[in-house]
């Protein structure tokens, strides 16, 4: 692929992604999945698998993504299970994070903003759909023009939340980084 004349060769990420069930289902619904084609391994407990299977029965079944699914322990330390309580996290996020604490050098996506304050206080990297949409243009998948164009639809095309006024400064960030 060619971006700003350079031509980039994509290989396969060493990174593990442990998934809540919110970016795979809006990612889905964007048409956007085969971004997660170059993960290592991309990780989901049953509950996650099962939510997803009701919102978007297909998603898990496209061509060239392959999903490990798998029945974490809930962790019986207190402290956890308190905070997953406090915020209100549900059961899928709750084993989502449990999976993480077997996976600690994985990245934890999440669009619930909860989940990722909860990740964020285990140290663990949190990222989200649109961070999976931007990097497509790094790891050579998307030229910056077609994530303008995905951004742009994601209010239309997605059930993913997000304040109009912050997709709008990430829009005019991609703009003023690659000169658009």
Known sequence: MMWNGVSTVMTKSTSKLVYDAGPIIHLDELSCLGLLTD???IILSNIVCEEIKRHRPLALKRQGITFTTLSPKIPSDETIQTICRIFSLDAGETEALALMQNNPQAIFLTDDAAARLVAEQM???VHGTIGIIIRSVRRGQNEPEEVLKILSN???????RIKATLLNKII????NEFDL
């Open 39 to 41: 993960f290592q391994e």
């Open 123 to 125: 140290r663990f990297k």
């Open 154 to 160: 994601l209010p239309r095309k997605s059930t993913l």
């Open 172 to 175: 005019i960030k991609i703009k």
